[in-house]
C-alpha cells in the first residue's frame, strides 16, 4: 500500500466549506497540497477526489460509506469537521485502518443557545407574528403567548449539548426534566424524567439533542407526538432521523402542537445552491433553519483548529487519541528515530511476524507501541534507521498476511 509520503506530497481536501482555520493549520505544520470545496460533491466526483486524496475533512451531510472508502486507496484518515460520525461508516473505516477524528465540544454552546433562543421564540408565537408583520399584518395580542419562566423543558439526550440546554433554561426560570439511556449526574435543579413517555406527556417544550442511531430513528413518531401535551412545542436540532417528519407536519396540521423548531432533516440539500424541500415548509409556526445549530464563526473557527489539529497529530505523529473508531495510542515525539507504522486485522501472532522483520532486518527497535480493539491492530515502532532502510522495513511489514495499512513518517 503506498501511503508513505513526505509531507509535501500528502493530498488534503476538505469539503462542505469546511473553515479556512483549518486550511491555516494544515499549511503551518508543513502541508502545502490543501483543497477547501465550499459544498459536499456530488457521489461520482466524491469518489474520484476520494481516490486522491491522503486525509479527507468532511461535515455532516457527506456520506462515507463502505464502498467509498473501500476505493479510496491512498486514504491515511477521515476528519469530521463537527460532531455527529454518523455520515461515516466507522466500522468499514476501522476494517480498512482508517482512523476517523471529530470536534466532540466546539460548537456544543452554539446549538444550546440557539435552541433556548427558539424556546422563547416559540412559546411567544414569534415565528407566526414575524410572518403576519412581513404580510403588513398587526395582531397585538397576548393570545397563545408564554414567558418561559415556569415551563417545562424535556431535554431528550442529556450530554454535552443536553446539559448545556438546562443549564441556560433554568437561569429563565424554566423547570428541566431530561431523558436519556445512560444514568446522568442532574445539573442545577434538572430531574430526570421517569421514561421517554413520562418526558413527553410533562413537558411544556421537548427538545432533541441525541445521535442518529438505530435506538434513535424515528424515536418521535405519531404515537409520541401524540403523547405530547396540547399546545406543546418541539425542536429538533440532533438529526432529521429522529423525527417522522410527516408525523410532526401533521400534529401541526391538526394544532395539537403550536409550533415546532427544526434545523435538521431527513434529506438536506448538498449545498447553498440547492432547493430545500419538507413538508414543513408553509407553516407559520414553525422556525426552519438549514442545519446551523452549530454554525457560528467561532465554533466553526474552533473546529477547524481542533479537528485540523488532531489529523496533522496522526499523519506527524502516528497519535490516535480521540479516534472515534480506532485504537487509541497517544505517543511521544520521535525526534531521534524513524517511526513506522502499522495496522492490521487483530488475528493471533501478528506482532511476532512483525517482529521478526526487524529481527530478521538486523534492525534496532527503540521504542514499541502497542494497542488493539477486538478487530483491528495497531503498532508503532520507531527505530534508528535512514529512509531506504525504513521504506525496505515497510514493504516487508506490508506483505504480512493481514496488514491493513503502513506508513514510514517523515
Ligand atoms: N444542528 C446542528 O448543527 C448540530 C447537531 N448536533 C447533533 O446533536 C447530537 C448530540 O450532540 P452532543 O450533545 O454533543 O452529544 P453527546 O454524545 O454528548 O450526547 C448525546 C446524549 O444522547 C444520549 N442518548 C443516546 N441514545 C439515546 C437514546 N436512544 N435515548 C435517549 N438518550 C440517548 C447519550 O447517552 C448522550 O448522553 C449529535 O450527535 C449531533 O447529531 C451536534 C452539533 C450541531
Ligand atoms: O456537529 C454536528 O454534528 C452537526 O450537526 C453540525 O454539522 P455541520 O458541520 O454544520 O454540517
Known amino acids: 500500500m503506498k501511503t508513505s509520503f513526505p509531507k509535501q506530497d500528502i493530498r488534503v481536501l476538505l469539503l462542505e466549506g469546511i473553515s479556512r482555520s483549518a486550511v491555516e493549520t494544515f ?39 463502505p464502498a467509498l472508502l473501500e476505493q479510496a486507496r491512498r486514504l491515511i484518515a477521515v476528519g469530521c469537521f463537527c460532531i455527529g460520525t454518523n455520515q461515516v461508516d466507522l466500522a468499514a473505516a476501522r476494517r480498512l485502518g482508517v482512523p476517523v477524528f471529530n470536534a466532540p465540544y466546539s460548537n456544543t454552546r452554539s446549538v444550546a443557545e440557539l435552541v433556548v433562543a427558539e424556546a422563547i421564540m416559540l412559546l411567544r408565537g414569534i415565528p407566526q407574528k414575524n410572518v403576519l408583520c412581513h404580510r403588513g399584518g398587526w395582531t397585538k395580542s397576548a393570545e397563545g403567548s408564554y414567558e418561559a419562566r415556569g415551563k417545562v423543558l424535556g431535554i431528550v439526550g442529556y450530554g454535552h449539548i443536553g446539559t448545556q440546554v438546562g443549564v441556560l433554561a433554568e ?44 435506538a434513535t430513528r424515528m424515536m418521535i413518531g405519531a404515537e409520541q407526538l401524540a403523547r405530547m401535551r396540547q399546545g406543546a412545542l418541539l425542536i429538533n436540532a440532533s438529526r432529521g432521523t429522529v423525527v417522522d417528519i410527516d408525523a410532526l407536519a ?23 445552491d440547492d432547493r430545500f424541500a419538507s413538508p414543513l415548509v408553509g407553516m407559520d409556526n414553525v422556525i426552519l433553519t438549514p442545519h446551523i445549530g452549530g454554525s457560528t464563526l467561532e465554533a466553526q473557527e474552533n473546529i477547524g483548529i481542533e479537528v485540523a489539529s488532531k489529523l496533522v497529530r496522526y499523519s506527524d505523529n502516528g497519535s490516535t487519541l480521540s479516534a472515534v473508531n480506532f485504537p487509541e495510542v497517544a505517543l511521544p515525539e520521535h525526534p531521534h528515530s524513524r517511526r513506522l ?13 512483525i517482529n521478526e522483520v526487524f ?13 488493539t480493539d477486538a478487530e483491528v491492530g495497531y503498532v508503532v515502532i520507531d527505530v534508528a534507521a535512514d529512509v531506504v532502510q525504513a521504506q525496505a522495513l515497510k514493504d516487508r511489514m506490508a506483505a504480512i498476511p493481514g496488514t491493513l495499512r503502513t506508513r514510514v513518517l517523515y
Open 27 to 65: 499549511r503551518q505544520a508543513g502541508y502545502s497540497q490543501v483543497e477547501l470545496h465550499p459544498k459536499a460533491l456530488p457521489e461520482a466526483e466524491l469518489k474520484a477526489r476520494l481516490a486522491e486524496a491522503h486525509i479527507v475533512g468532511i461535515r455532516s451531510r457527506t456520506q462515507l460509506t
Open 171 to 214: 437561569s429563565l426560570g424554566m423547570r428541566v426534566l431530561f431523558h436519556d439511556i445512560e444514568a446522568k449526574l442532574a445539573l442545577g435543579n434538572a430531574r430526570a424524567a421517569a421514561s421517554l413517555d413520562d418526558l413527553l406527556e410533562c413537558a411544556d417544550v421537548v427538545t432533541l439533542h441525541v445521535p442518529d442511531t438505530p
Open 250 to 272: 401533521a400534529a401541526l396540521l391538526r394544532g395539537h402542537l403550536a409550533g415546532a423548531a427544526v434545523d435538521v432533516f431527513p434529506i438536506e440539500p448538498k449545498g447553498n
Open 341 to 353: 507504522l502499522h495496522i492490521h486485522r487483530n488475528v493471533p501472532g501478528m506482532l511476532s511476524r
Open 359 to 371: 529481527s530478521a532486518g538486523n534492525v534496532n527497535i527503540d521504542a514499541q507501541f502497542l494497542q
